[in-house]
């Protein structure tokens, strides 16, 4: 479970909506479409 601190619920983080961009991986609530944090995506190679 992930914490949403936007709306203050817990949500499935399978049910998290997710874009890539910029190498980073941005989570998002799917009720309050609010971002719950960026991650390198790990698929995406190190450039250096
Ligand atoms: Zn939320």
Request: hydrophobic share 25%.
């Amino acid at each position: 479970m992930a914490h949403c601190r936007h709306c203050d619920s817990d949500v499935d983080v399978e049910a998290l909506v997710r874009h890539e961009r910029d190498g980073l991986l941005r989570v998002h609530c799917p009720d309050c479409n609010g971002m719950l944090g960026a991650y390198r995506d790990p698929s995406t190679p190190r450039s250096r």
